[in-house]
């Protein structure tokens, strides 16, 4: 994964690329393969869950998703932690210190 945050003010500007080919059901059909796409991103700093989303498998191959958070508590040096898991529930995990 391509991680980055960047505190800036009170804003902690994220963005993650998550490497996947997220293999929807139509192009798995046609390779004979089963589907395999991401179904849920988790962005934490510490214990505070900074983002969560469920995805489906129209997103793109190496969806890449960009969000700002209210940096309260978040300071310069902190971990950002980022998990991915797919359909087949395999996981990712990646993380980046807040600059």
Not at 46 to 73: C, Y
Request: hydrophobic share 35%; net charge positive; with cysteine.
């Amino acid at each position: 994964m391509k991680l980055k945050a960047k505190l800036k003010g009170d804003v902690v500007k994220c963005s993650v690329q998550a490497v996947h080919e997220m293999t929807t059901t139509i192009a798995a059909k046609e390779k004979g393969t089963e589907a395999n796409y991401i179904t849920h991103i988790l962005a934490k700093v510490g214990d505070r869950v900074i983002m969560e989303v469920s995805t489906s498998e129209f997103v793109s191959k190496d969806p890449t998703l960009k969000f700002q958070v209210k940096a309260n508590d978040i300071k310069s040096g902190d971990t950002m932690e980022v998990t991915w898991t797919d359909t087949s529930g395999k996981t990712k995990t990646d993380s980046t210190k807040v600059k």
